[in-house]
């Protein structure tokens, strides 16, 4: 019998990392988690513990670090980009290069009435996310948000489903729908205004979350892909990943009260979890865009 290495890369994972522009009176803040993984010739280093090819980990961290000075965080695909360029063009032997990258929103304090110009409160949606590959094939952009939390307390109906011995789910034409969404899209070009498009997808996913009249969570997650794919060229692909927040009426008859759809019961598991992949018929190939690292984005 034979063992033989299979897939594997190596990097730094989590890297935290806080940018202030201040070379003005107002000031600007990314807040961001850095990820990096190298893809290569490592077998030597697994097999044998030559380390020869090995550029460390902690290297991978200060380079991440050294570019947030010298190339800047205006954007999270824009940063991403200049760092998986470097590992690939500058580092022998890299191949490849994943880097991952979650964005911490912050809002500027208001303090009598105006903006503040160098204090910030903590924004508490979702988590901006960016995974970047570049390789031999080519460079792969994939923008994302996760712990997007959406509430609609009508407009929604699940019923006609099938049923069987153990079914007790009744049906409805009314409840509320609750998820926590976590969306991927991957992008056809390097040549986006990244700022500008991460805007119009929330905009386009939240907007048909929201009108749309809902049969089903997976009917949502369709219409939420289409906007996108049919609004934004830049995009080819669109991945959602959405847990279904159930809110079950909660029975205060037996205290002699009504309950009209009012009062519920938040369950946070078990939990529904619908998935859902959406491509243009004439994407380019996606190769190893969606191969992940830290798995963070």
Sequence with gaps: MAIILGDHQYGKAESRLVRIYRDQPRHEIH????????RGPWDAAYLEGDQSNVLPTDTQKNT???FA?????????????????HFVGDVDPVEGARIEIEEYAWERAIVDGSEHDHTWL???????TAAITVDQTGEYVIGGL??????????SEFFGFLKDEFTTLPETHDRV???????KWR????????????????KLMVKEFATLQSLALQQTLWHMGTAVLEAIPSICEVRLKAPNKHHFDYDIGRFGIENKGEVFWAADRPYGLIEAALIRDDAPPANEAWRAAAGLA
């Design 31 to 38: 807040d961001i988690n850095v990820s990096t993984a190298l």
């Design 146 to 155: 996760k712990d997007l939390v959406l509430l609609k307390s009508t407009g």
């Design 69 to 85: 000075k010298s190339k800047g965080v205006e954007s999270i695909e824009s940063f991403g980009l200049d760092l998986a360029r």
């Design 177 to 183: 729908m609750a998820t926590a969404l976590e969306a």
């Design 122 to 128: 903590r924004k508490g949606q979702e988590v901006r």
């Design 64 to 66: 991440a670090y050294a």
């Design 187 to 202: 992008f056809s070009t390097t040549d986006v205004d990244w700022e500008a498009v991460y805007v119009e997808v929330k």
